[in-house]
């Protein structure tokens, strides 16, 4: 027995190996069990429902397609589906805590005709920001400048050259 040790300690036949939330658990090779984590299927949600190619997806996780479609059978039926749920959710949120842009956002989506903008409204008032009107056409815009002098170009000074020279 090693004198080093306490009476209760036992030598550590194993090597030092990493703690297991550390180790990767995304390979899976013949002859092991694949078990995929709560992480790899919300990846693989958000994979599948920005409509990633599945063979990309099975590189990605280092599986074979026949172990994604295996194992995550449900997230790619549901995942765009479960995906758009939960981004909705999370603007209707924003939208109930004061975010007016997502409140503006839902409304026009999910409130009704009363609040969509009309595409002939919208054109009409882009349209009348975007050309003068005819009383102000073919009038001068002025602008006045303080008198601070920041108006005026600066003008370079000649160069001063200090020091004597030799003339022979």
């Given at each position: 027995?090693?004198?080093?040790?306490?009476?209760?300690?036992?030598?550590?036949?194993?090597?030092?190996?990493?703690?297991?939330?550390?180790?990767?658990?995304?390979?899976?090779?013949?002859?092991?069990?694949?078990?995929?984590?709560?992480?790899?299927?919300?990846?693989?949600?958000?994979?599948?429902?920005?409509?990633?190619?599945?063979?990309?997806?099975?590189?990605?996780?280092?599986?074979?397609t026949?172990?994604?479609?295996?194992?995550?059978?449900?997230?790619?039926?549901?995942g765009?589906?479960?995906?758009?749920?939960?981004?909705?959710?999370?603007?209707?949120?924003?939208?109930?805590?004061?975010?007016?842009?997502?409140?503006?956002?839902?409304?026009?989506?999910?409130?009704?005709?009363?609040?969509?903008?009309?595409?002939?409204?919208?054109?009409?008032?882009?349209?009348?920001?975007?050309?003068?009107?005819?009383?102000?056409?073919?009038?001068?815009?002025?602008?006045?400048v303080?008198?601070?002098?920041?108006?005026?170009?600066?003008?370079?000074?000649?160069?001063?050259?200090?020091?004597?020279?030799?003339?022979a």
């Amino acid at each position: 027995m090693d004198e080093n040790l306490a009476p209760d300690d036992e030598p550590d036949d194993e090597p030092d190996t990493p703690p297991a939330a550390l180790t990767p658990t995304l390979t899976s090779r013949k002859g092991q069990k694949y078990v995929p984590t709560a992480r790899q299927r919300e990846v693989v949600s958000m994979l599948v429902a920005n409509q990633v190619p599945f063979h990309i997806i099975a590189l990605s996780l280092d599986i074979g397609t026949r172990t994604l479609d295996r194992h995550y059978a449900a997230e790619i039926a549901h995942g765009r589906a479960h995906m758009v749920a939960r981004v909705g959710l999370s603007v209707l949120r924003k939208a109930m805590k004061g975010n007016m842009n997502a409140a503006r956002y839902w409304l026009m989506t999910h409130g009704g005709p009363e609040w969509r903008l009309n595409t002939k409204d919208a054109t009409a008032e882009a349209a009348a920001f975007a050309t003068p009107s005819s009383d102000t056409a073919g009038r001068k815009v002025r602008f006045y400048v303080p008198e601070n002098g920041r108006d005026r170009p600066e003008t370079p000074e000649p160069p001063v050259i200090e020091g004597e020279a030799d003339v022979a």
